[in-house]
């Protein structure tokens, strides 16, 4: 009776040391979805992505946050900091803005200039609410993919 229960015992830990096994290995193999290739849930203007945000940004974030947009806008400026690129869009009228940290290749984004319209598709990933009134709103997106022809 005793070894019954020890068997029983080894047996269902051996499942569940193989399940976490497989669990843990399918977690590590698991990749990024590829945004030139993905369709975005919205398409969007910058100027109607910040005034959204401006006027109920918990509604927009809950509406917006985590999904893959595509944004149009006027290019504010290009941020070559931080080992990275992050094209900023905007109204030069507004303090509010659109920040996108870019994917590369660089070299497709490389003839980006300020004042370009231009479309970029990525994942918003939060806001950032000015709260001294002189730094302006900002909306934040990662993994920034130009989109060519919008």
Known sequence: MATRKRIRLF????LLLCGLFFYGYFQ???T???LKLATPDQTLTAFTLIHEFAGDDTLADK?????????RGIVKSVDTTNNGVSVI???SLQRASIRFSMEGPWNEISDIQE???VSIK???????????????DEIVF?????IRNP
């Not at 509406?63 to 944004?71: I, T």
């Open 32 to 34: 990024n979805q590829d």
């Open 63 to 71: 509406k917006y946050r985590k999904r893959v947009l595509a944004v």
């Open 142 to 146: 990662n993994r920034g993919v130009l």
């Open 11 to 14: 047996t269902g830990i051996l």
């Open 115 to 117: 004042g370009m319209i």
């Open 89 to 91: 869009l905007g109204d």
């Open 122 to 136: 990525g994942i918003l990933n939060g806001y950032s609410k000015d709260q001294t009134g002189l730094l302006g």
């Open 28 to 30: 590590y193999q698991r």
